[in-house]
């Protein structure tokens, strides 16, 4: 369970390539503590005699004291006599702009949903208010289209012609 990890993975962290060969805990070190059981998941089924590759994205943790997103994507490059996996081939992206712009996207859209909600929400009361006024209403109220057929008709309008507004529009 030990890596060499290339001064890029180094530089993606703000950190100074310590150079050789670095255990699993030094590596998880800088994980964020809630994305430490995918890093372990992903690696020990890499390490599996029948895996070949792995991905996953995670963040770790920078000098500056942010947090980068990195995503990894390994491969098993040797496998022993015994089926063991003996050497990981591995390749690390830094996508913490992408993921920023995703978490920047996904708010808008939230809160555009919010918006079209609440809106909605109002036209639906203003169309029960003005149907409550249409119906208190003692004549008879029909509104026909340009294709002539009923777009609107009040409750004294349904009694008078016998029908349910749903059979009449």
């Known amino acids: 369970d030990r890596f060499n990890l290339s001064p890029l993975f180094y530089s993606f962290l703000g950190q100074e390539c310590s150079g050789g060969f670095v255990d699993r805990d030094e590596w998880l070190k800088y994980v964020h503590p809630d994305d430490v059981h995918i890093v372990q998941d992903s690696m020990c089924g890499l390490l599996l005699p029948d895996c070949m ?5 995670a963040r770790y943790l920078h000098s500056n004291g942010s947090y980068r997103c990195l995503w990894f994507q390994g491969y098993c490059a040797k496998h022993g006599e015994d089926g063991r996996v003996e050497r990981v081939l591995g390749v690390c992206i830094d996508v913490t702009t992408r993921r920023q712009t995703e978490d920047e996207l996904a708010l808008h859209r939230n809160h555009l949903e919010k918006l079209v909600s609440e809106r909605t ?49």
């Open 53 to 57: 590759n792995c991905s996953f994205e």
């Open 121 to 169: 929400s109002e036209l639906e009361r203003a169309i029960e208010k003005a149907q409550l006024y249409l119906d208190i209403a003692g004549v008879i109220i029909v509104s026909i289209d340009a294709k002539g057929l009923v777009s609107l008709v009040n409750q004294r309008g349904c009694e008078v012609l016998g029908q349910s507004r749903d059979r009449i529009i």
